[in-house]
């Protein structure tokens, strides 16, 4: 039987994913294997490595998001809903300025309060 978990994501973009990932300071590879319990070891084009314990992997599906999978158990440092909230925040963040950009707005003001909520001013001439 398998440690390994996979929890469903609206993530489809590859690079921004990498981005997000070392904006976060994770460090990536791709294309491997993460290890689990008692040496399990399951495919994910996406590793992310972690500083202690078992490392964290995102699988692209046939639907061209990416899951999230991970043996939880042997994780450390950080919770399943910990990572994937920080992982989402992040790239949803990457989103909004990339969105941003192309309309031709510029982020005037940009803060993160103590809750992690993070509060945007954008702004554009006409």
Sequence with gaps: MSHFTQVATKITNK???LSCLQELGYETEEGVA???YRGQETPVDIAVRMRQG???GFALGPDG????VADWFGVQG???QQFTAKVQQQY???TVMQQVNRQGFNVVEQQ???SGQIRLVVRRWV
């Design 15 to 17: 690079e921004m994913l």
């Design 34 to 36: 993460i290890k689990g």
């Design 54 to 56: 078992y490392d964290v």
């Design 65 to 68: 998001t990416y899951s999230l």
């Design 78 to 80: 950080l919770s399943e």
């Design 92 to 94: 949803a963040l990457a």
């Design 112 to 114: 993160q309060d103590a």
